[in-house]
T-cell receptor, first 116, second 115 residues
Framework: ETGVTQTPRHLVMGMTNKKSLKCEQHLGHNAMYWYKQSAKKPLELMFVYSLEERVENNSVPSRFSPECPNSSHLFLHLHTLQPEDSALYLC???????????????FGSGTQLSVL | AQSVAQPEDQVNVAEGNPLTVKCTYSVSGNPYLFWYVQYPNRGLQFLLKYITGDNLVKGSYGFEAEFNKSQTSFHLKKPSALVSDSALYFCAVRDGYSSASKIIFGSGTRLSIRP
């Protein structure tokens, strides 16, 4: 176990649905991340939160809305998604509050999302 | 701009043979380099990193990686492969010149070790 837990493991949703992905870290880290993993593509960094403040938004469409209520929890709210949004969504955390240093990332197992 | 490339989608090796997974990078300043592994139905796990110092870095599970500045490469190696090494391997780089830079991942290389 990496200390980062993601729920649900699998999610199937229609394009008009609203759903949320949850991530919780038990490591006492100060930075949390959302990544999108698609087959044969580089891991895409979506959002970075450092000390509960969003410090990075990599031109992600507004149909993805992150929320970080405290340093241990991170959510990704989804609405009116497209089929091309189907992917594995990974949450990660790191110790450094700036979220940008050379420290290693700890990843959750991901949520496999299918948009019909 | 920083980037990382993994030229091979798949690498196949017989158990007991040495393995190499290739990675090349491009950064403006000094590179901070990483290797992560992803086993089926799991998230990525940190294997090793190069920040400064010796060009040969040793990591988890018997893996090592060699930093080559002239070739801008950071290939992952293991002297003797195990079937349990079969997984998806990601190389990553961060530009050490800028504190605002982020870790950029490659597209991954699937390593398959046959018994």
């Amino acid at each position: 176990e990496t200390g980062v837990t993601q729920t649900p493991r699998h999610l199937v949703m229609g394009m008009t649905n609203k759903k949320s992905l949850k991530c919780e870290q038990h490591l006492g880290h100060n930075a949390m991340y959302w990544y999108k993993q698609s087959a044969k593509k580089p891991l895409e960094l979506m959002f970075v939160y450092s000390l509960e403040e969003r410090v990075e938004n990599n031109s992600v469409p507004s149909r993805f809305s992150p929320e970080c209520p405290n340093s241990s929890h991170l959510f990704l709210h989804l609405h009116t998604l497209q089929p091309e949004d189907s992917a594995l969504y990974l949450c990660a955390s790191s110790q450094d509050p700036r979220g940008t240093t050379n420290e290693k990332l700890f990843f959750g197992s991901g949520t496999q999302l299918s948009v019909l | 701009a920083q980037s990382v490339a993994q030229p091979e989608d798949q690498v196949n090796v017989a158990e007991g043979n040495p393995l190499t997974v290739k990675c090349t990078y491009s950064v403006s300043g000094n590179p901070y380099l990483f290797w992560y592994v992803q086993y089926p139905n799991r998230g990525l796990q940190f294997l090793l990193k190069y920040i400064t110092g010796d060009n040969l870095v040793k990591g988890s599970y018997g893996f090592e990686a060699e930093f080559n500045k002239s070739q801008t490469s950071f290939h992952l190696k293991k002297p003797s492969a195990l079937v349990s090494d079969s997984a998806l391997y990601f190389c990553a780089v961060r530009d050490g010149y800028s504190s605002a830079s982020k870790i950029i991942f490659g597209s991954g290389t699937r390593l398959s070790i046959r018994p």
